[in-house]
């Protein structure tokens, strides 16, 4: 499962580096290459002052070795090894009007000291940040990661949307990161699924990112801004800062044990604002948002 | 005690206000008054797009009541009362040769249902953020911290001015925020020293401020820069960001304890950057910056 779960996300990498250059029309990625001192590596291609893309990253990684201790605690396990690989992807276009995307796809396995596998799952999602709200984005959106739910259970999209809902939420705001999306963890082989129908799953959502996504990039991407526009994407992008550092459990995780930082980091926006107290004038575009924030939809 | 320390900030906070606003010229500080539902408030003073702080606050709250459930875990005590106030204070200047300075100077007190005083205590100190390394200014401004310490205790300065380098430091960076100055918490009586003798410390130390800061501020703000060195200390006040929002105990016990969020976040910077991977040129003067920071220097 480990190699054919790698491949895919290889697979996926290149596709989706392939597409989002092909829109871009003028930046390439860049790809780094890293190890990890302790066992595996990752592939880190990072897209910066692009036409369409501001700045975005697409990384894969697979390590492995002896869960480090803050794991264990977390997983709450005494000394096993175990096998971790995923790709993250973050996308902050250029235009305020074209939504920021991230999605994550995981699998991770551990073994007892004789090598057994002990357990395994999938993990991963995929949402969506507008800095303007344009329903039928929003709606475009979720009917993708809709389809590629219902082919695997009826009720997988409600529950992986509320989860989503649920997840990226800045708690100190009373406020959505974004308008949401999908996300599920520690999916595992039971009564009802095997570990290859977990798979199965996982790849169609992966599958299905950029028949979500790029559409709407397309359709924003030239879209005319004003200076106020721009100056409000980048205090919204404040707020996305503000749940990376503060709350989102993969960049603190991946803080805390150490990680290669600009992997982690590359998630931040290039350009950020700050002011005190801002409130958007009543009944804007810009106040509209907030309202959609402060009350997630449902939007299939 | 907590009537002598309130007038004391309350004081200095209308001075340091009027000796920024003095420099500055053009912007004013705006003050918002808060209530805190379960008892007391805070005034908030900020200050915004001056012609030389780009972002500014001083604020002053003094807050009391049953301690909060998280802070009876966090000082390992049961249910008791508390009062607590401080002044916090960060300047953001605008031109990238003259530091940011944050400062803090707070007095706890805790009492059993009863109403009895069960323990006391001060905490607070200052630290320079510079974007340019000008040594004379760090010497200057640690030679002020130590003559405030000397006055006291001879070792006052060593130790507070290590606690510092030890609290604002970004490990995930292995780089410290700034070059330091003075960081001190739970100053309590003892044999050695009174309450008295206690609050005579910090208040010498909230009084050297104006000194240690101003003539610095002063001497950068209408230094020339260029486009490059405004950018470097956007990216640099990426790192204040990281600081705060991972690391701080102030800041994130705010943001848990559901305390005033524009006045706790009024420390971040107003325009900020990431880039991935940025690296300054080698043997630069941001180099230089950044081999100072990850080997905190004695200045005095």
Redesign the interface.
């Known amino acids: 499962m480990k190699n054919q779960f790698y491949s895919y996300i290889q697979n996926l990498q290149n596709q989706i580096t392939q597409a989002l250059e092909e829109i871009d029309g003028k930046a390439k990625f860049k790809e780094?290459v890293w190890e990890r001192p302790e066992g595996g590596g990752g592939h880190t291609r990072?897209i910066?002052n692009g036409d369409t893309i501001e700045?975005g990253?697409i990384n894969i990684s697979a390590v492995h070795g002896n869960l480090p201790k803050s794991m264990q605690t977390y997983f709450k396990v005494g000394e096993v090894d175990f096998f971790a690989c995923g790709l993250s992807l973050v996308i902050h276009p250029k235009n305020p009007m074209a939504p920021t995307v991230h999605a994550n796809w995981r699998y991770f396995e551990m073994y007892d000291k004789s090598g057994k596998l002990i357990d395994q799952w999938f993990g991963g999602g995929l949402d969506l940040t507008p800095y303007y709200l344009f329903e039928e984005d929003a709606t475009h959106f979720h009917q993708h990661c809709k389809k590629a739910c219902d082919l695997h259970h009826a009720d997988f999209y409600k529950d992986f949307k509320a989860q989503c809902d649920l997840y990226f939420y800045n708690a100190?705001?009373d406020e959505a990161r974004g308008i949401g999306g999908l996300f599920f963890d520690y999916l595992k082989a039971n009564d009802s699924f095997s570990i290859q129908d977990r798979y199965d799953f996982v790849s169609q959502v992966g599958n299905v990112f950029l028949d979500a996504y790029l559409p709407i990039l397309i359709k924003r991407k030239d879209l005319h801004y004003t200076k106020s526009q721009r100056d409000w994407q980048?205090i919204r992008r404040?707020r996305y800062?503000?749940f990376n550092?503060?709350h989102d459990k993969g960049t603190?995780f991946g803080?805390?044990t150490?990680g290669r930082?600009?992997s982690i980091?590359?998630s931040?926006?290039?350009?950020?604002?700050?002011?005190?107290?801002f409130e958007p004038e009543q009944a804007s575009q810009e106040a509209l948002l907030i309202e959609v924030l402060k009350k997630p939809k449902e939007w299939v």
Chains 1, 2 share one sequence.
Do not use: A, N, S, T
Not at 268 to 277: E, F, G, K, R, S
């Open positions: 780094d990072v910066e700045k990253g100190h705001r980048e404040g800062v503000e550092l503060i603190l803080l805390k150490k930082i600009e980091l590359m931040l926006p290039p350009h950020v604002q700050w002011h005190y107290d």
